[in-house]
């Protein structure tokens, strides 16, 4: 199981990123998957997480209206698409999945993790 996220970059406030996550291993359609991000000094925090046990897709209320988490099933890729960046959407993003992980929440239990890649809002 691997995950690779890819796509980050310097961006200014207000404009836009996509973010991607190639998975390889296992089809990405069978389980949870999200996106998480770790600011220097903060916690690391759900940002947008797909369910595969009721097919809903859930987001943080700091990404509400502005991310969209999307799934191409044929190139076994998840997506973040980050519209109208704040400096605090700053930080290093990753993908993770729940294969054997289990947990009370959408977020919780992922139990393999691709690397992550800077996100840098910034005029």
């Known amino acids: 199981v691997q995950l690779q996220a890819s796509g980050g970059g310097l961006v200014q406030p207000g404009g836009s990123l996509r973010l991607s996550c190639a998975a390889s291993?296992?089809?990405?359609?069978?389980?949870?998957i999200g996106w998480f991000r770790q600011a220097p000094g903060k916690e690391r925090e759900g940002v947008s997480c797909f369910s595969s046990s009721d097919g809903i897709t859930y987001y943080s209320d700091s990404v509400k209206g502005r991310f969209t988490i999307s799934r191409d099933n044929d190139k076994n890729t998840v997506y973040l698409q980050m519209s109208s960046l704040k400096p605090e959407d700053t930080a290093v993003y990753y993908c993770?999945?729940?294969?054997?992980?289990?947990?009370?929440?959408?977020?919780?239990?992922?139990?393999?993790w691709g690397k992550g890649t800077q996100v840098t809002v910034s005029s």
């Open positions: 993770a999945t729940r294969i054997y992980g289990y947990g009370p929440s959408c977020y919780s239990g992922m139990d393999y």
């Open positions: 291993g296992f089809f990405l359609d069978y389980y949870a």
